[in-house]
């Protein structure tokens, strides 16, 4: 399947739609009515949760509840934030005691759609995602229980969980899976690409219309940002320099021991990424014109390199082209409205 996918994805736009046809399993009729560009049959949803709408508000409610931290001052919105494409504008983020972490917060908007999740793949569900950062000492840094305390003493959340999870109660568990339900709405829509994919020509410029055939041909960018979500939900070593105010990050190889592994990190989307500078984990680069020199260098660190990565000599047009293609996959804009908390 990977391999079909790859080979069909890598070539131009007309194909571009079988590759997404390809991509779709079973489609959910309702969200595929809403938008026919999205393989909604993609995003698996497990058979223990399945969407409804009182678990997606409860999720809501709980996204934005700054509560659900230590400090009652960190919600999961201090850093995935709606209004900076649902990541933080910082190069790498500021947790618990404002302590800079050592890696960029990624966007949450497609999140449904990936396979494995973190810089290094080290969350396997969402479900299973959605406390770590509650609870470690350096995002949220909230103990479970005096959480599921705090929460069960709040009446309107009793009512919000009951509504969500008759019967279930309170715990670690109906809180990971109400977040995961809101975390899976929170989808990318109708960006000019998708509207030219769809037949409209005039919905892109010819420079993007450039950019696209660079990404999927000369550039080879497609061999690793495939299919629908722009990635492949693989790992992989890009050469980056580390920073030098940062200890070296090993990435993926933390996970899994194999050298190819080390320096590997998961392959970001690149739905909405104009809105999400700065880039990389580690927030190297400021602007997508220097993401693209990067590629063209063909990376900086050559050891463990990724065999994909090689310099790409591409003219100053050319760079132009694949940053205009880049900027036409940002979204139309979505009004996010912020729940009242429950008392
Ligand atoms: C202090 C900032 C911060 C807070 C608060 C925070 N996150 Fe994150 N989030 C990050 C960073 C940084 C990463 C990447 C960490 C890594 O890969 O090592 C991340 C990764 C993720 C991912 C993985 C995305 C992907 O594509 O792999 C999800 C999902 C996510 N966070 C959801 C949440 C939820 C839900 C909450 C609230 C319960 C939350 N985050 C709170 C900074 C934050
Ligand atoms: C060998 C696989 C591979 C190829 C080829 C590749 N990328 Fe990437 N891309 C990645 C990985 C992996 C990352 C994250 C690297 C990291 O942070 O360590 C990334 C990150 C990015 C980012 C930053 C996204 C963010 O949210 O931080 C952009 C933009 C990007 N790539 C665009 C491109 C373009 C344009 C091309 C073609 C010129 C390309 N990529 C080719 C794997 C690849």
Known sequence: MYINRYLICRSALTTLLLCWLFSVGTVDAAASKADPYRPAGMAPIPADNTATPARVELGKMLFFDPRLSGSQWISCAS???????????????????????????????????????????????????????????AEMDQDMTILVERLNAIPGYGKAFEHAYPGEGITEKTIAKALASYERTIVSTNSPFDRWHAGNKKAVDDSTKRGFELFTGKAKCSVCHEGFNFTDNGFHNIGLKTLKDMAEDVGRFNQRK??????????????????????????????????????????????????????????????????????????????????????
């Open 79 to 137: 850093c995935h934030n709606p209004a900076l494409g649902w990541s933080d504008g910082l190069p790498t983020a500021i947790g618990a005691g404002m302590k800079k972490l050592p890696r960029a917060t990624p966007t949450i908007l497609n999140v449904a759609y990936n396979t494995i999740f973190m810089w290094d793949g080290r969350a396997a569900s969402l479900e299973d995602q959605a406390t770590g950062p509650i609870k470690a000492k």
């Open 258 to 343: 194999v050298k190819i592994n080390h320096g590997a990190f998961k392959t970001p989307t690149l739905r909405d990424v104009a809105l999400t500078a700065p880039y990389m984990h580690n927030g190297i680069y400021q602007t997508l014109e220097e993401v693209v020199d990067h590629y063209d260098r063909g990376g900086d660190v050559k050891d463990n390199l990724d065999p994909n990565m090689e310099p790409l000599n591409l003219t100053l047009q050319e760079k132009q082209d694949l940053v205009a293609f880049l900027k036409s996959l940002t979204s139309q804009p979505v009004l996010v409205t912020i729940p009242q908390l429950p008392r």
